[in-house]
């Protein structure tokens, strides 16, 4: 059901990234200021523009959920979370790295990007918790969609807000005017957001697919063991 | 939807009035912050982003006393079987539930706010009179609206007192941010307002959006 198109999806993912860290280390200039560090800006940037959209992904799979009362969307909401999480981590780390190197600091706070990120990280790591303390699993797909949605909201009003509030130092990547990138850098750069968000996609469908056939074979053995039970 | 709304209101503000047990609590919870912030930073008299901050995050973990409690005599009691069983809109419970949670902060701030001007404020709180009470209003419809989907969310869990603060701290820190920015100016040596258009308009955002969305997925979250 969820395994459709993942054999050549997951080839795609591997030639995109495999192109992409070709183009980072071979083919994009070094960095005339920062050097040899500013290529952790291919990992850094796709990963939390991938994870932004994964959680605002997640929050749209739950409304549909909401509407159709259908399972598997919450599944499908759930999923695109939890790899979000996941990703959200990796920026989190990467950018820390990032930050020490060329402004000489683990964590900047006067960061609005960064600080933004983590308040979004921090609200959607509550996904697990509140998700695995509902037992009824109706229940526990209608309250983790309402999650989703809210804090689907939230990111946006959350970004302006600390965006206001503290100074411009973040490069600004996705500006109007395109974040003033050598045409070399932008083309690796949007090789890499094109491979991270495959990854995504690829890792997404396979986790769907896992968690859907574990389900169906816990109902098959739930089926035997009731079956047997009427034997004896 | 106004009536079953203020009859719920009604029956909220009563047994708050017989039980004390919100908003003094909040209240006590309020000053004991507000020693807690004179020793941790070692300070007697506060002013600008300081008393700014230490203001705006005693009310905030004020609020999360008040979230936590607000579902409660309904849980422990069976009465949210009752609410549900009533051929009433969901969303006049929300709406009794936030206005019920607004009502609750406003009497805390009416307290804990000029105790937070005579305990640790350097500058009188006169200075800032005009805009505050305003900005202290906005700030506590915004976490009317997110404390009460917060509680109704955590109320069927098992772990419902370690998921109200997880969730609605984070949830609240826009909120925190214009309040704070907002209030700072207004507390400094030389009172004054200073982008208080920008952050009021921010925090009406805030506050619009939230009660939209509440609204919006309120039902969802009582629907058996």
Redesign the interface.
Known sequence: MYSKGLAPLAAATVVTLTAALALVFFYAPLDADQGFVQKIFYIHVPMAIVALCGWVAGGIFAIRH?RSGDPSWDLRSYVAIHLSIILGLGVLITGAIWARASWGHWWVWDEPVLVSFL??F??Y??YY??RF???DPE?RA??S???A???G??VP??F???R??EAYTHPRVLSQTGGDLPGEMRLTFLVALVGMTLLFVTLWKLELTAKHAAAQLNKLRRRRAEREAVAA | MIGPAGTILRKDLLLEWRTKESVPAMTLFSITVYVLFHFGLDRNSLDGELAAGVLWVTLLLAAVIGVTRLFATEREQGGIDALLLAPVDRTALFVAKASALFLFLVAVELVAVPAFGLMLLGPSLGGALPELPLILLLGDLGIAAVGA?VSA??A????RE??VP??LL??L??LL??CA?ATEPLLRPDQGPEDLG?WLG?LT??DV??VL??V??FD??L??
């Open positions: 909401l308040v979004t921090l609200l790591c509550v918790p509140l303390a509902i037992e229940r209608r309250y969609s309402v999650f949605i809210a804090a909201a939230f009003l959350n302006t807000a600390v206001l509030a | 989907l969310l955590a069927e869990t098992r772990i370690l998921i997880l969730l984070p949830m820190v826009p941010i214009c920015q920008r921010l955002l805030y959006v939230f969305v509440s919006a997925v969802f979250l629907e058996d």
